[in-house]
């Protein structure tokens, strides 16, 4: 396939989000025009601010389901590839509202893909996630893991996934890419994960107990920047057909190691108390991916400097 025209736009669903406007942040600092999709229920406007007046950046507030509309749009604006970052993702949320869940995550991914199709996009990017795979303490591989997800947002990921792979098979001439999203923290977060709420209560209460769930799960946790850059590359690199890769580090560890890292950064350890309300009933005790396939598709991978990442955060988030 031949580079994509660099004046056409990308289109990013979910542009507003966590990790979508740091995608945008990606597309626009190395000049690629952007088409940023959201409807803003839980994505942020204020988050593309800093591009408002780039002529580069079109915002447009739109519900994905919307098929009709949304094939307009981008036959409007012909972007040259899509990225589909749209969806309900917090998992109590998906759990509290599984119908919302699947109308979204699998039914608003048909409609984003049947509206790519109309417009002739060559480059589709689907975000999935580590928790399509069955439990494991073994590294994640994509083509010898088991995919057995046992709650509804995983398995509307995998749904997800399996609608992109039917549309690649009659698309021989277009490249998709299915990337395996593990646990992503960094600024902008728009959803209440831990990490998030680690913060907030520190901002209302510096020196108080923090009131957590769970503590010991271990995660594979990487800087959002990093998977900002890796959507964009590994879009950039693969090669005509369908692709499945984890977007990861490598790495795993327990909220209990990233509490002690803050505690250090912050000059003092903090102070915990169980809150029996964030305890989930189900809970995954390891997810760590195996990055062979992202480093031989890029030559590298997010970054496992915790300490690093964290403190970036707390500069934003907490700065003194």
Same mark, same amino acid.
């Given at each position: 396939?031949?580079?994509?025209?660099?004046?056409?736009?990308?289109?990013?669903?979910?542009?507003?989000?966590?990790?979508?406007?740091?995608?945008?942040?990606?597309?626009?600092?190395?000049?690629?025009?952007?088409?940023?999709?959201?409807?803003?229920? +839980?994505?942020?406007?204020?988050?593309?601010?800093?591009?408002?007046?780039?002529?580069?950046?079109?915002?447009?507030?739109?519900?994905? &389901?919307?098929?009709?509309?949304?094939?307009?749009?981008?036959?409007?604006?012909?972007?040259?590839?899509?990225?589909?970052?749209?969806?309900?993702?917090?998992?109590?949320?998906?759990?509290?509202?599984?119908?919302?869940?699947?109308?979204?995550?699998?039914?608003?991914?048909?409609?984003?893909?049947?509206?790519?199709?109309?417009?002739?996009?060559?480059?589709?990017?689907?975000?999935?996630?580590? *928790?399509?795979?069955?439990?494991?303490?073994?590294?994640?591989?994509?083509?010898?893991?088991?995919?057995?997800?046992?709650?509804?947002?995983?398995?509307?990921?995998?749904?997800?996934?399996?609608?992109?792979?039917?549309?690649?098979?009659?698309?021989? =001439?277009?490249?998709?890419?299915?990337?395996?999203?593990?646990?992503?923290?960094?600024?902008? =977060? +728009?959803?209440?994960?831990?990490?998030?709420?680690?913060?907030?209560?520190? &901002?209302?209460?510096?020196?108080?107990?923090?009131?957590?769930?769970?503590?010991?799960?271990?995660?594979?946790?990487?800087?959002?920047?990093?998977?900002? &850059?890796?959507?964009?590359?590994?879009?950039?690199?693969?090669?005509?057909?369908?692709?499945?890769?984890?977007?990861? +580090?490598?790495?795993?560890?327990?909220?209990?190691?990233?509490?002690?890292?803050?505690?250090?950064?912050?000059?003092?350890?903090?102070?915990?108390?169980? *809150?029996?309300?964030?305890?989930?009933?189900?809970? &995954?005790?390891?997810?760590?991916? *195996?990055?062979?396939?992202?480093?031989?598709?890029?030559?590298?991978?997010?970054? +496992?400097?915790?300490?690093?990442?964290?403190?970036?955060?707390?500069?934003?988030?907490?700065?003194?």
């Amino acid at each position: 396939m031949t580079a994509p025209d660099p004046s056409r736009p990308w289109a990013i669903t979910g542009a507003a989000g966590f990790l979508g406007s740091h995608v945008v942040d990606a597309l626009l600092a190395r000049g690629t025009p952007v088409l940023a999709v959201d409807d803003l229920s +839980t994505g942020r406007a204020e988050y593309l601010a800093p591009h408002r007046a780039n002529p580069a950046l079109t915002l447009a507030r739109h519900d994905i &389901r919307d098929t009709v509309g949304l094939t307009e749009l981008f036959v409007c604006h012909r972007p040259a590839a899509v990225i589909h970052l749209a969806a309900v993702h917090f998992i109590p949320a998906c759990n509290a509202d599984p119908a919302r869940t699947v109308g979204l995550n699998v039914g608003g991914t048909q409609c984003v893909l049947s509206a790519a199709r109309a417009a002739g996009v060559g480059r589709f990017w689907f975000a999935s996630t580590g *928790d399509v795979y069955a439990p494991s303490d073994e590294p994640h591989r994509e083509a010898d893991s088991p995919i057995a997800p046992f709650g509804i947002y995983g398995l509307s990921k995998a749904m997800g996934e399996q609608l992109v792979a039917l549309e690649s098979r009659s698309r021989s =001439e277009a490249r998709f890419v299915i990337g395996r999203l593990f646990n992503l923290y960094g600024p902008r =977060e +728009t959803n209440a994960h831990i990490l998030p709420d680690i913060l907030a209560q520190l &901002r209302a209460d510096p020196d108080g107990a923090l009131r957590l769930g769970a503590l010991w799960p271990k995660r594979d946790l990487v800087p959002v920047a990093d998977a900002a &850059r890796a959507v964009i590359a590994t879009l950039d690199s693969a090669a005509i057909g369908a692709a499945t890769v984890n977007i990861a +580090t490598g790495a795993a560890v327990s909220m209990r190691e990233v509490l002690d890292l803050l505690g250090e950064l912050r000059g003092r350890p903090l102070r915990v108390e169980l *809150d029996p309300a964030k305890v989930r009933p189900v809970e &995954r005790g390891h997810l760590q991916a *195996d990055v062979a396939e992202l480093r031989a598709l890029l030559g590298w991978t997010p970054h +496992t400097d915790l300490r690093r990442g964290l403190a970036e955060l707390l500069a934003v988030e907490l700065p003194q």
